[in-house]
T-cell receptor, first 114, second 111 residues
Framework: DSGVTQTPKHLITATGQRVTLRCSPRSGDLSVYWYQQSLDQGLQFLIQYYNGEERAKGNILERFSAQQFPDLHSELNLSSLELGDSALYFC?????????????FGSGTRLTVV | DAKTTQPTSMDCAEGRAANLPCNHSTISGNEYVYWYRQIHSQGPQYIIHGLKNNETNEMASLIITEDRKSSTLILPHATLRDTAVYYCIARLYSTASKLTFGTGTRLQVTL
């Protein structure tokens, strides 16, 4: 157990729907990162939050949004889902925004869009 | 962040040392070298990182050449559980931080 908790572990939904993925960072970590891993794209950085504020953005689609709440948990919202959004979504956390000592990843949410 | 180049795949016999090379010839003086691994669809796992000096922890050793253009991750006694994709990443320290993962090296540890 890495200490980063992601729920749900599996999610199956239909095209056009909206889902919310949740991440609780490791205790004491203030920064949260979201990554998408699909078969043909590898691990892609989506977005970083630090203590509730957005810090860095990757190639995140406009249909996707995220936020970090005062209790430091984070949610990734995916809307108007397409078949191509099927992927593993990983959350990671670090003590600070610089993450010199690396990230701790959760076990991921497997999203299947049918 | 500097581009890194790794072999696509490697094999290693169980109990032997696994030496995973990484080339980062364009790395700048203040870019760190990080190693992560991903065991089949699990979340990536941090292994080790370094800037200039060689580093060792309970998982592995990191050897960085003097010119910093390449590095080697050493797993001293590989086990079957070390079978994974290993990612070498060069990253400039920033508080707007992201790790850019490449395709990595698929290490297969065999009996």
């Amino acid at each position: 157990d890495s200490g980063v908790t992601q729920t749900p572990k599996h999610l199956i939904t239909a095209t056009g729907q909206r889902v919310t993925l949740r991440c609780s960072p490791r205790s004491g970590d203030l920064s949260v990162y979201w990554y998408q891993q699909s078969l043909d794209q590898g691990l892609q950085f989506l977005i970083q939050y630090y203590n509730g504020e957005e810090r860095a953005k990757g190639n995140i689609l406009e249909r996707f949004s995220a936020q970090q709440f005062p209790d430091l948990h984070s949610e990734l919202n995916l809307s108007s889902l397409e078949l191509g959004d099927s992927a593993l979504y990983f959350c990671a956390s670090s003590v600070d925004a610089g993450a010199v000592d690396g990230y701790t990843f959760g076990s991921g949410t497997r999203l299947t869009v049918v | 962040d500097a581009k890194t180049t790794q072999p696509t795949s490697m094999d290693c016999a169980e109990g032997r040392a696994a030496n995973l090379p990484c080339n980062h010839s364009t790395i700048s003086g203040n870019e760190y070298v990080y190693w992560y691994r991903q065991i089949h669809s699990q979340g990536p796992q941090y292994i080790i990182h370094g800037l200039k000096n060689n580093e060792t922890n309970e998982m592995a050793s990191l050897i960085i050449t003097e010119d910093r253009k390449s590095s080697t991750l050493i797993l001293p006694h590989a086990t079957l559980r070390d079978t994974a994709v290993y990612y070498c990443i060069a990253r400039l320290y920033s508080t707007a931080s992201k790790l850019t993962f490449g395709t990595g090296t698929r290490l297969q540890v065999t009996l």
